[in-house]
């Protein structure tokens, strides 16, 4: 079983929609969580952190299962903008920091 | 503003070369890591360091070395370049006394090996 899973998408949204990309992990004893989203071309970059109790920022809300092991992020109103790969990643735990990624969804929007 | 840099964005290397990638980061991060990132496969650890002179290996090592002679400068190592080694190259850094075990990354090299 893969560690980090998600749908590669693409996602074809029109603007303003909402979109909600999921994500599920195989590894119980994973400590942190994130999404990192990567424009074309580009590195990625840390988008949100994840919490248990879930969170938000703005138009980007990212809620936690542990119990399910899945992650999931919520966009609202979407904008062109958005247009990238988010990548879902997991910290299993160690000091190092060594995060596994899954391999990103694309989301695309269209005016 | 946490800065990465890379010594290539561009690199077209020929089978059997040595090639070296270098990488560079301004914050005083303890921790650099190589990852290489394919289409479909997405991003996979080659190696990291958590100190000056320490290396471990990540999923994907056969075939790479690295140094760490430096705090600021991790280098990622093709003793000799194969074509399965054309991938785009991201190295990244983290600061262990981060909470949020963030990692930076730099922009990327995209090798070719022809």
């Known amino acids: 079983r893969k560690e980090v899973e998600q749908d590669p998408g693409p996602f074809n949204v029109p603007e303003g929609a909402t979109v909600a990309f999921n994500c599920t992990y195989s590894?119980?004893?994973?400590?942190?969580f994130f999404w990192y989203r990567q424009d074309c071309r580009k590195e990625p970059k840390l988008l949100m952190s994840?919490?248990?109790s879930g969170n938000e920022d703005g138009r980007f809300t990212a809620q936690l299962n542990r119990a399910s092991q899945y992650i999931s992020l919520l966009i609202r109103d979407s904008k062109l903008s958005d247009s990238a790969t988010y990548l879902c990643?997991?910290?299993?735990?160690?000091?190092?920091?060594?995060?596994?990624f899954g391999k990103g969804t694309k989301l695309s929007v269209k005016p | 503003d946490v800065k990465v840099t890379q010594s290539s964005r561009y690199l077209v290397k020929r089978t059997g070369e040595k090639v070296f990638l270098e990488c560079v980061q301004d914050m005083d991060h303890e921790n650099m890591f190589w990852y290489r990132q394919d289409p479909g496969l997405g991003l996979r650890l080659i190696y990291f360091s958590y100190d000056v002179k320490m290396k471990e290996k990540g999923d994907i090592p056969e075939g790479y070395s690295v140094s760490r002679e430096k705090k600021e400068r991790f280098s990622l190592i093709l003793e000799s370049a194969s074509t399965n080694q054309t991938s785009m190259y991201l190295c990244a850094s983290r600061g262990v006394d981060s909470f949020s075990y963030e990692q930076y990354f730099g922009p990327g090299t995209r090798l070719t090996v022809t």
């Open positions: 994840v919490y248990s």
């Open positions: 590894n119980s004893a994973s400590q942190s």
């Open positions: 990643v997991v910290n299993v735990g160690g000091s190092q920091g060594n995060l596994i």
